[in-house]
């Protein structure tokens, strides 16, 4: 299984892009990098996931390195409601393992 | 709107004695999850069902039992639960093409006394 190291925790201000790191060096070719986020006391919501190319949605953007050894979730104007846990997984045969996520704070 | 749904939110139930927790949902999704989820930890993935087919990770203890009767919903039976099983237990479903990702649920927290 591909592993994924994430910055234990990260600190943002209110309205403020944040750049979430995840650095994935034993992906395969086939998977697929998948970001969620969890909130206090819910489950995980999905963000985003890409292949090989950036990616975005109403939620984030995902830049994929060239060689997708790692990714960023881009957050352009962080909130508060941002505030959460952030993972990122390469998935293979819908088979999504968690690492131990980046615990965002968003400050006013 | 079409979602994953746990029952109950919150279980307590004694040392030893069996407890089902329960999911289903309405999105007609093939494949659906169980995780385990400590406290301050990240989820861990227990096993899946693939349509029918059931996979479960080679570390999931023998006490953790699933099953699938239909594809609206899947259960986790825990025969025996230990004080070391209480945690929030975590439903997720996705389509075969992971597309528009995992749907999770909003978790059962179980309590051992």
């Known amino acids: 299984d591909a592993k994924t190291t994430q910055p234990n925790s990260m600190e943002s201000n209110e309205e403020e892009p944040v750049h979430l790191p995840c650095n994935h060096s034993t992906i395969s070719g086939t998977d697929y990098i998948h970001w969620y986020r969890q909130l206090p006391s819910q489950g995980p919501e999905y963000v985003i996931h890409?292949?090989?190319s950036n990616v975005n949605n109403r939620m984030a953007s995902l830049a994929i390195a060239e060689d997708r050894k790692s990714s960023t979730l881009i957050l352009h104007r962080a909130t508060l409601r941002d505030a959460a846990v952030y993972y990122c997984?390469?998935?293979?045969?819908?088979?999504?393992?968690f690492g131990a996520g980046t615990r965002l704070t968003v400050k006013p | 709107d079409a979602m994953v749904i746990q029952n109950p939110r919150y279980q307590v139930t004694q040392f030893g004695k069996p407890v089902t927790l329960s999911c289903s949902q309405t999105l007609n999704h093939n494949v659906m999850y169980w995780y385990q989820q400590k406290s301050s930890q990240a989820p861990k993935l227990l096993f899946h069902y693939y349509d029918k087919d059931f996979n479960n990770e080679a570390d999931t203890p023998d006490n953790f039992q699933s099953r699938r009767p239909n594809t609206s919903f899947c259960f986790l039976d825990i025969r025996s639960p230990g004080l070391g099983d209480a945690a929030m237990y975590l439903c997720?479903?996705?389509?075969?093409?992971?597309?528009?990702?995992?749907?999770f649920g909003s978790g059962t927290r179980l309590t051992v006394v």
């Open positions: 997984s390469p998935v293979r045969n819908n088979d999504m393992r």
């Open positions: 890409g292949l090989t």
């Open positions: 997720a479903t996705s389509t075969r093409r992971l597309s528009p990702g995992y749907t």
